[in-house]
C-alpha cells in the first residue's frame, strides 16, 4: 500500500466490486477505453480476488482512498498502469475519479502517487497518458501533475459514429 496523510493506493479487494461494476459498466466512458461491452459481477469479483501481476498481465489498477477528519477512508477512484512494457521502461496511465468526488484534488493526489510507485518501484523512465482533444480539465490535470507534449494523434479514437483526436502527453523519470 503507498499512503500519504490524506489518501493512499492499494491493491484491489472484493469489497470494491459494486463500485468496480459502476465505473467499468458506464457505457458513456467506453469510448475513452478497451472496453465495448458490460462486466458480470462473476468476472469483477473474481478480477477483485487478485492474482494480478504487472509483468505478466502488462497492467495494474490500484484503488484511490482519500482519509476524512475523523480518520475515515473512503474510496474516490482508480487509477491504472496499462500496456506496461518492461523491456523500454514506460506504461500508460489511466484513471477515473468518482463523479460526486471530482475536482476535489483527488485526482492530482492519485497522478502523483501513481508515479512515485511506477518510477521508483517499477523502475519505469516514462509514464504516458492520451487524453481527447478538447477534455481541457484532463489535459490541465495531466500537464499540472508534470505530463508534457502536444502531440496530436488524429482520429485516434471513435466516439459512435464520430472520430476523436487525442493528445499523447508525457512524464519522465527525474535522473
Not at 34 to 59: F, N, T
Not at 69 to 76: I, L, N, P, S
Not at 105 to 119: I, P, T
Amino acid at each position: 500500500m503507498l499512503i500519504s496523510q490524506t489518501h493512499k493506493l492499494r491493491a484491489i479487494e472484493p469489497g470494491d466490486v459494486e463500485q468496480l461494476l459502476a465505473w467499468e459498466n458506464d457505457a458513456s466512458t467506453w469510448w475513452l477505453g478497451a472496453s465495448l461491452s458490460p462486466y458480470s459481477k462473476a468476472v469483477m469479483i473474481k478480477y477483485a480476488e487478485g492474482g494480478h501481476d504487472i509483468y505478466r498481465d502488462k497492467q495494474l489498477r490500484l484503488i484511490l482512498d482519500t482519509c476524512n477528519e475523523e480518520g475515515q477512508w473512503r474510496t474516490v477512484g482508480a487509477v491504472d498502469l496499462y500496456d506496461y512494457d518492461p523491456r523500454n521502461h514506460r506504461a500508460g496511465v489511466g484513471i477515473v475519479i468518482d463523479q460526486n468526488e471530482r475536482r476535489n484534488g483527488n485526482a492530482f493526489v492519485g497522478l502523483e502517487m501513481l508515479s512515485k510507485y511506477a518510477f521508483e518501484h517499477l523502475g519505469v523512465h516514462q509514464l504516458y497518458a492520451e487524453v481527447p482533444g478538447g477534455h481541457y480539465p484532463s489535459i490541465g490535470l495531466f500537464k499540472k501533475a508534470g505530463y508534457v507534449g502536444d502531440e496530436v494523434r488524429k482520429d485516434w479514437v471513435r466516439k459512435g459514429s464520430i472520430w476523436k483526436d487525442v493528445i499523447l502527453l508525457q512524464k519522465f523519470a527525474e535522473n
